[in-house]
């Protein structure tokens, strides 16, 4: 009997570094295709977020846009009286205090400094559970509700006598806004000082 079998050479001994190597190269490309999910993921939610952002920012604007009209008593439900100089602004943004009238939202600290400006202590919510109370986007202009958000943006209107050397007495209006998006997480703030032509 004959054996045939011939004994193994060197270079056809297999020694597993083609599996190792295999191997390394899976966990690699594991890794790059987890890490550009999660990539995909962030950037999903920083783009919802911005895009959130800017629907509060515009909204923030229609709202001064909206207080303005207020002051200047144009629009479908103008206050009554309409704004003139500041004769109802009180203190605590509403003289009968009563909410849901016509002197909601008008503030005045004193023709001095302003010790607590009336924004920082305001009621900024729809329950209105405390002085001063804040009033909602087209309450006394008739504009209607900005869709797409979790709630209608709300203002109050500082007013501010000056009386400047040797001139007549003048009138500013010290705008305050918050404005969500619609994720109520999101709020802008915007001010501005406006004065009626």
């Known amino acids: ?18 599996l190792i190597t295999g191997l390394i190269f899976l966990v690699v490309l594991s890794m790059i295709g ?3 999910a999660r990539m995909s993921t962030l950037e999903e939610r920083m783009s919802g977020n911005m895009r959130d952002r800017s629907i509060a920012m515009q909204a923030a604007e229609l709202a001064l846009r909206d ?3 207020d002051i200047l008593g144009r ?4 206050r009554n009286p309409v704004i003139a100089g500041i ?9 009968d205090n009563t909410d ?10 004193g023709p001095l400094a302003w010790a607590t400006a009336a924004w920082t202590a305001a009621d900024w919510t729809t329950n209105m559970t405390s002085e001063p109370t804040s009033v909602e986007y087209g309450r006394f ?7 797409a958000l979790s709630e209608q943006p709300r203002y109050l209107i500082e007013g501010m006598r000056k009386t ?3 001139g007549g007495e003048s009138f500013y209006f010290r705008i305050t806004v918050r404005a969500q998006g619609a994720n109520p997480n999101t709020v802008v703030w915007l001010q501005e000082v406006f004065k009626p032509i």
């Open 67 to 69: 207080a303005e009209r």
């Open 75 to 78: 629009g479908t439900t103008p």
């Open 87 to 95: 004769s109802d602004f009180v203190a605590d943004c509403d003289q």
């Open 34 to 36: 987890i890490t550009a």
């Open 164 to 166: 400047p050397a040797g």
């Open 141 to 147: 202009t008739g504009a209607a509700p900005i869709a």
């Open 1 to 18: 009997m004959t054996n045939n079998l011939k004994p193994l050479s060197p270079h056809s001994r297999q020694s597993g570094a083609a």
């Open 100 to 109: 849901d009238t016509d002197d909601d939202g008008l503030c005045y600290n």
